[in-house]
């Protein structure tokens, strides 16, 4: 585990869980602090980054408006080292899974009034090395200490959709 990719992962966590739930998917830019502070000096100001050590928070996590896009539309600028989604979803268990309708509106129907569905806050991290980290939130356990972290929980459709993000289009 990277530690550094880690620790922006729980500061991210932590951020997006403070505005509490019901909120659309939303879309970080991870840049290297030190790289802010040397080369936009106002803005890592405005950030409140100036006398932060780079080597305790070497990652600065600065959010897209990702209102209007998809993941397929997203390139980073080379100064981007990294990307984080946050996004919220209805899990079911595998039984339940299997009796979905067929029909992509009626089983986002049927899953949201599930007895068993859980409702869960994903926020992936990834590095453009393909360095990745994650971390689940459960609702209805809604506490730091509840929470799963680990790569393997970010799928792999999810991975190639963020490391498409640092390919030029």
Sequence with gaps: MNPSLHTVLLE????????????????FALVATADLQRDDPTLAAQLGLT??????????????????ATLE???????????ALAVERV????????????????????????PDRQEIRLVAVMLRDGERDASVRFRTFD?????????????????????QTFQEL
């Design 73 to 83: 539309e997203v390139a980073w600028p080379p100064a981007v080292g990294g990307c």
């Design 91 to 114: 899990t079911l268990p595998p039984e339940a899974e299997a009796q979905l309708p067929q029909d992509p509106e009626a089983a986002l129907n049927w899953a949201a009034e599930h």
């Design 143 to 163: 506490k730091r200490e509840n929470m799963l972290f680990g790569p393997e929980l970010i799928s792999d459709d999810l991975v190639a959709a963020l490391y």
């Design 12 to 27: 991210l966590s932590e951020q997006v869980a403070a505005e509490g739930w019901d909120q659309p998917p939303r879309l």
């Design 51 to 68: 006398d932060v050590d780079p080597a305790v928070a070497p990652w600065t996590a600065l959010e897209d408006d990702f209102s209007k």
